[in-house]
């Protein structure tokens, strides 16, 4: 079963890697053969047929045919299910346009104090090109006049409505270390994104949908209400009501690739719970940790705060922040002796029932529906998934008085998780839980809660003291912390570019109070009446909260992060064998080798530049600009991209994750050209790591103070510096241009290395550009940032004619509200052959000045057949 699961997991892998889509015929073939190999070879060996031990060819000849079995099947599958999925999206030609829909909410909405996003099914023929699966936005609506934004309607789970919508096709940032939007909105089934309008017919309730889909939906809705009355930090009289957000404090984030306000769906991971205090009429806001609560009791991450996420991540403690495998192993192990006791006092009274059916049996399949009715409450996710499956499997074999091996239990979930959706193998999550799982076992330890359910039981021995129980259990979770440490460290650089330096300290603390008070009270007070939930997730908000404070503490420490550079095919070989040789239960004297072989992960520090070289990444930062210059010693940040929310800014979301991918641990300098949101917005969080940079700005110093950078110079025209043989200079502003804090005012950057220059404008205009060059301070660049995003009142003749540049970069948010770039501007570059490329179209750029005529397009180097590729460049005549 391993390898036919190894397979599989191979098969997958390989499929998602495609750049493009072969003819679902092909898939179909594929599909059955792998079928047909699997349950022939399967059922050959069920009914006896297998070979003897010495016959070991044709044993090996089996396996193989299995595997590719596996292989095909996996494969096929998962290519034959992508063609809907892709063929299910929204038409470029209807983009933008308001246009009337009639369909069903789906699932669990996210709620914000002035919004609500919410998946919805159209379910009556829809326009040409509208797919059948949107993701929408409803904000408040909110004119000048008022003071106070006019709150959506709640919508609720099943309910059908009839709605004018603007939509666009799904499309999400795209940069080295980034999140793949695109991929999580195909997985959904979403071929759109886009908000109601109020442009069309008004919108129409029409009535409610009952399926089982809409029933669990709902009772996790009608949960969260009833934990959000609860958790407020002064209860109002009653429940929440339609119309009313019990959400106190930040607003809905804009869409990506647009400032606040925008017309885009909030994003994932975003707090519907924020720390501001509501308007009188919204209500009490919600307790410091209620957000936390609520995920851990119904899968509802979306209620943690961004600032909570960020110290969960630092301290290496986020997996408990989310139903995990040992959750859901902790509730049935729970209800497992719960029901038990229930059944022995049923035996004492009416004990022939047990002769037909015994008690043990009935309490595993109790705990077993327990587990999976949690599963379902919270979500069904990856780890949800595995643990289910595991623990169905093994209350299966031992009810046929069978022993449950541990590869084959894990082999079968990972089967059968990658067969449900085959592109979880392409998340973090789903290689994280099973290596964590599977390095425990390997690792020899059972008396973690999650491999104790698998592990074989051992005959009775005689107890112990309770000081040495006490100290077997020390010892017995220390070293599965360690285990766990060790074996994620090669995958939490992959994925995430960095180490939670004091994860082990964190979860010594995290895990008894999560798992043992925190989850446990939450989750409980999902089965009883009020008052007494209340009680319970009060008590469990404000365990949360002491244990948030102390995790804060951590986090604040300089080196509770250690990040590098994302590691190669053979850094991450030698790694997983390092970890392996670490976990195995030897002594430390054949373990310690595997200390040398983590080393090159933990200090692998990218590829910089040479000498005299130069290397630009212009971010894919939605409306807004945000450019890294890095030389072979020293880094650069030019603008910070946009902020969308509270807590929510391109710094965060996009620039930190860029710096740590290129393995970026020391920021120089940062410059921020000028005081738009879309150019400060990710100044904040961008000084949080790093205060030691020094920050260049047009903003006066009592204003750019706020960001928290140590040093502070004004910029102005004349100011230069040399770093590792690159030169860099200021040319505007011009002294009397000083202190406008507008888009005259903006920094203007050019960079010379040996094999090339480029020019960084910020949001000058033409007016700004004629004085340039009327005062001769325009040099030649090969790569130019063009001026506003592309705006109309850029990219004079002046300009381009004396830069002259090979290629120029936009900076610009998908189907941003702005129009940019305009076409006019795009005709200028065009006729005079400057090749023109577009964070919008083709992610994040990468420039090097030792090839200056090559731009790298993030989209293109890394291609799925589920992302909007982009295009290249108009060809220069």
């Known amino acids: 079963m391993p390898t036919y699961a190894l397979a599989v997991l191979l098969g997958c892998a390989l499929q998602t890697a495609q750049a493009a889509l072969w003819p679902r015929p092909a898939y179909a073939a594929m599909l ?23 016959a070991w060819p044709q044993r090996l000849a089996t396996q193989a045919l299995l595997a590719l079995g596996g292989f095909a099947l996996a494969f096929g599958l998962a290519g034959w299910r992508a063609h809907p999925l892709l063929a299910d999206r929204l038409s470029p030609d209807v983009e933008t346009q308001v246009l009337t829909v009639r369909g069903v909410v789906l699932g669990l909405p996210v ?29 408040a609506q909110r004119s000048k006049s008022q003071q106070e934004a006019a709150l959506p309607p709640r919508v609720h789970p099943g309910q059908e409505w009839r709605l004018s919508v603007r939509l666009k096709q799904p499309h999400g940032l795209a940069n080295p270390g980034g999140n793949d939007t695109e991929l999580s909105l195909f997985r959904d089934g979403i071929g ?28 996790r809705n009608h949960l969260r209400q009833r934990m959000l009355h609860a958790l407020q930090a002064h209860p109002a009289a009653g429940p929440p009501q339609d119309g009313v957000s019990p959400l106190g404090g930040q607003r809905a984030p804009a869409s990506v690739g647009e400032t606040v306000p925008a017309t885009g769906p909030p994003q994932s991971g975003v707090s519907p719970l924020g720390g501001q205090r509501a308007p009188a009429s919204v209500g009490a806001p919600p307790l410091p940790a209620a957000g936390t609560i609520i995920a851990l009791a119904l899968g509802d991450q979306a209620a943690i705060s961004p600032a909570d996420w960020s110290t969960y991540r630092i301290t290496g403690v986020a997996h408990l922040m989310s139903i995990s495998g040992l959750h859901i192993t902790l509730l049935a192990w729970m209800a497992l002796h719960l029901a038990s006791w229930l059944l022995r006092q049923t035996a004492r009274l009416s004990r022939p029932w047990t002769l037909v059916v015994p008690a043990p ?72 839980s099973f290596v964590a799982v599977g390095m425990l076992f390997v690792a020899g330890e059972r008396r973690h809660p999650e491999t104790a359910a698998l592990a074989a039981p051992k005959a009775d021995a005689a107890a112990p003291g309770r000081l040495r129980r006490a ?22 650089l992959l994925f995430f570019q960095q180490i939670a330096v004091l994860s082990p300290l964190a979860n010594a603390l995290a895990i008894p109070v ?89 200090s692998n520090p990218g590829t910089p530049p040479a000498p005299g070289e130069m290397e630009l990444w212009f971010a894919d930062v939605g409306q807004g600009m945000a450019v890294v210059v890095r030389t072979a010693r020293h880094t650069l940040l030019y603008d910070t991209g946009p902020q969308q ?81 690159v030169e860099f200079r200021v040319i505007s502003p011009l002294p009397g241009d000083l202190p406008r804090n507008d888009n005259a005012a903006s920094c203007v950057l050019h960079v010379a290395a040996r094999g090339g220059a480029a020019l960084l404008t910020g949001d000058i205009d033409q007016a700004q550009e004629r004085a340039l060059h009327a005062a001769d301070t325009l040099p030649y660049a090969d790569v130019l940032m063009v001026p506003y995003h592309g705006s109309k009142t850029s990219s004079s003749d002046a300009l381009l004619d004396t830069v002259m540049p090979r290629a120029a970069v936009v900076q610009a948010g998908y189907r941003n509200a702005h129009g940019h770039p305009h076409p006019l501007v795009v005709e200028r570059y065009t006729a005079r052959g400057i090749a023109l490329w577009r964070t919008d179209l083709q992610g994040a750029l990468q420039w090097r000045d030792r090839a200056p005529d090559t731009v790298v397009a993030w989209r293109e180097a890394r291609p799925n057949y589920w992302k909007a590729n982009g295009r290249k460049p108009e060809p220069a005549p």
């Open 111 to 139: 709620l914000y104090p002035d919004a609500t996003r919410f998946i919805f099914e159209v379910t009556q023929p829809a326009p040409r090109g509208v797919p059948d699966r949107l993701s929408l936005s409803w904000y």
């Open 514 to 602: 999560v798992t043992l008070a925190v989850a446990p009270l939450a989750v409980g007070g999902l089965l009883l009446p009020a008052p007494l939930d209340g009680w319970l997730w009060q008590l469990a908000a404000w365990l949360q909260q002491g244990l948030d404070i102390a995790l804060r503490q951590m986090a604040a420490w300089p080196l509770a992060q250690w990040h590098a550079a994302a590691p190669d095919a053979l850094t991450l070989a030698l790694a997983a064998l390092g970890a392996l040789t670490l976990a195995l239960p030897w002594t430390w004297r054949l373990r310690a080798p595997g200390l040398l072989l983590l080393l090159p992960l933990t």
């Open 471 to 492: 100290w077997a259990a020390l010892r017995s979770a220390s070293h599965s912390q360690w285990v766990a440490t060790i074996a994620l460290l090669p995958l939490t």
């Open 361 to 432: 049996t009935v309490a595993a399949w109790v705990a077993l529906l327990a587990a999976t009715a949690y599963a379902l409450i919270a979500g069904w996710g990856v780890p949800a998934q595995r643990t289910l499956l595991m623990l169905a499997v093994v209350l299966l074999l031992r009810q046929r008085g069978l022993r449950a091996d541990w590869r084959d239990v894990m082999a079968l979930a990972l089967v059968a998780v990658l067969l449900w959706d085959p592109w979880a193998v392409r998340q973090a999550g789903f290689w994280l």
């Open 32 to 54: 059955i053969a792998g079928l047909l190999a699997s349950l022939g070879t399967l059922l050959w060996h069920s009914r006896g047929n297998g070979l003897p031990r010495h």
């Open 645 to 725: 929310a509270p807590g929510v800014d391109a710094g965060n979301r996009v620039l930190l994750p860029l710096l740590h991918s290129l393995g970026v641990r020391h920021l120089d300098r940062v410059v921020v050209s000028h005081d738009d949101s879309d150019h400060s917005g990710g100044a904040t969080a961008i000084a949080r790591p790093h205060p030691e940079a020094d920050l260049l700005t047009s903003i006066p110093a009592e204003t750019a103070a706020r960001f928290g950078f140590s040093r502070h110079q004004t910029c102005r025209a004349g100011q230069h510096w040399n770093w590792d043989g």
């Open 192 to 219: 759109a994104t886009g908000t109601v309008s109020r442009m069309g017919p008004p919108p129409q309730l029409l009535g409610q949908r009952s399926t089982p889909a809409d029933w669990i939906a709902q009772l």
